[in-house]
């Protein structure tokens, strides 16, 4: 087999699922919700590094269990190192990931993603960290049309107090934030009380979204009147620290977490909406200097 459901994936699978799928099956049996998905295994990526393409018995096999995970008109191809996502090295934002992937375009995005692993950038990574024999797994998973995205680092990376956690937030898709486009909201939480005892409120004027128009991740401007707004209320701080400090406490390290999300259709015109927290990925802190 060289497809595997993440619901079949934990901590103890590296190998066959590199570290972002490992992780994010680990996450689903710890009962964190996690967009729904699969993986195509190392030994698909072995293959494919053998004769540079997707052989048609695999290709057809990754869309029959892309039909199984229900059609989603969109998913995500994102990497999944057997050294990423692990407390010696992030690979964060070394290896490519294509949002909003269409059917069409499934099994070319596997390839590109596969390809990034020869690029200079990840090269030079990979011999910085001394690491070799490095294979490559990819996740697919539903994408999640995110009202709001963001990072958490479950202990504040200046200060590194144990105490505090720190959670930045922003409009629209997590790629704003990850690749430094926009200036995200903070908000500080102690976890000793859950409270919330900093927030950093920042004029966000454009946000990256999926165009039902264009068919394409693009940038938008955001309405002036909601560009100066608070991403979230306070009640929704603490939901997503609560939650983060769970994924911690399984992990039993300081944890760098992306989530996003979304707004439950009926309450899209609510003045008090409510809606879910999915989580994206969960890799150690790596730049800490405290002990984990």
């Known amino acids: 087999m060289h497809t595997v459901s993440l619901n079949e994936c934990d901590a103890s699978d590296v190998e066959r699922v590199g570290g972002k799928g490992a992780s994010l099956g680990e996450m689903l049996h710890a009962g964190i919700p996690v967009p729904p998905g699969f993986v195509v ?7 494919f590094m053998k004769t540079g393409i997707i052989s048609e ?36 934002g070394e290896l490519e990931t294509y949002l909003n992937t269409t059917k069409e375009q499934l099994i070319e995005n596997i390839q590109r993603c596969w390809a990034s692993i020869n690029s200079p950038r990840a090269q030079a990574y990979a011999k910085k960290q001394s690491i070799s024999n490095l294979s490559m797994a ?8 995110s ?27 997590g790629e704003a934030i990850v690749s430094g486009s926009i200036t995200p ?19 966000q004027e454009k946000q990256f979204v999926y165009s039902t128009v264009s068919r394409k991740n693009e940038w938008v401007e955001i309405a002036p009147s909601q560009q100066g707004r608070q991403k ?5 701080i603490i939901e997503l620290a609560t939650l983060c400090g769970k994924i911690e406490q399984h992990y ?8 996003a999300y979304v707004k439950m259709e009926e309450a899209r015109n609510s003045e008090q909406p409510t809606g879910k927290f999915y989580i994206t990925q969960s890799r150690p802190i790596t730049t800490l200097g405290i002990r984990h």
């Open 138 to 145: 990819v996740v697919i998973q539903e994408m999640i049309q």
């Open 41 to 47: 295994t190392t030994t698909a990526f072995e293959e």
């Open 147 to 173: 009202e709001v995205s963001g990072v958490t680092f479950t202990v504040h990376p200046v200060s590194e107090d144990r105490n505090l956690m720190i959670i930045e937030a922003g409009w629209g898709l």
């Open 57 to 92: 018995t695999v290709a057809q096999e990754i869309l029959s269990t892309y039909e199984q995970l229900g059609s989603p008109s969109l998913v995500a191809v994102r990497s999944s190192a057997t050294g990423e996502d692990s407390k010696n090295a992030s690979w964060a």
């Open 232 to 236: 979230f209320s306070p009640s929704q």
């Open 185 to 203: 909201d903070s908000y500080v939480v102690d976890k000793r009380d859950w409270r919330v005892i900093e927030s950093a409120v920042n004029v």
């Open 252 to 259: 039993q390290f300081p944890c760098d977490i992306e989530w």
